[in-house]
């Protein structure tokens, strides 16, 4: 989805995963970058010519490397900021971090409103065929259910699961 949105805004895209993930991401528009056949310090030089990248989006929790890959002056966003990080590597770069906490407005009612201009930006997107979710090709039923949880547990799910309640 990440991708997705960020080709949306006509953005040049860079995403570091594993090598079987190489097709869906450069089906989604992005260069893929594996991680395990170069360091950070070498797809960043690869790419930016050792500049480092403008915005860093951190879905997995892989803080260090992206504060490594960001550019002087550029941003961190992490939706999975956990432990604790050396905050050097952007302080050296006078770059920036924020952290993306989207439970807090539906569990407290502050920043609803700004949620809502988000939600309001992603459903004129998908309206607009410019994002869509990734959905696994198996249906599920409730009967099914326990198989769902199955392909979710043993990472065989290859985007969302639909379970189909009206069956």
């Not at 990440?2 to 993930?21: L, M, N, P, S």
């Not at 992490?78 to 407005?105: E, I, N, Q």
Request: with cysteine; aromatic share 8%; net charge neutral.
């Amino acid at each position: 989805m990440v991708i997705q949105i960020a080709r949306a805004f006509d953005a040049e895209v860079y995403a570091v995963d594993k090598a079987a993930q190489r097709s869906l991401v450069e089906q989604l528009g992005a260069t893929a970058i594996d991680r395990h056949r170069s360091t950070v310090e070498e797809y960043v030089d690869d790419h930016t010519r050792g500049r480092g990248f403008d915005i860093v989006y951190d879905t997995v929790g892989a803080l260090d490397p992206s504060f490594n890959a960001v550019m002087r002056f550029g941003h961190v966003v992490s939706c999975l900021g956990w432990g604790t990080h050396s905050l050097a590597p952007l302080s050296f770069r006078a770059a920036s971090y924020s952290g993306v906490f989207t439970l807090l407005p539906m569990l407290t009612g502050q920043g609803r409103a700004h949620h809502g201009q988000i939600l309001r930006e992603a459903t004129r997107l998908s309206e607009a065929g410019k994002i869509a979710p990734r959905l696994d090709p198996r249906r599920y039923t409730l009967d099914s259910v326990a198989d769902a949880h199955r392909a979710i547990e043993d990472r065989s799910a290859a985007g969302k699961i639909v379970i189909d309640i009206a069956q």
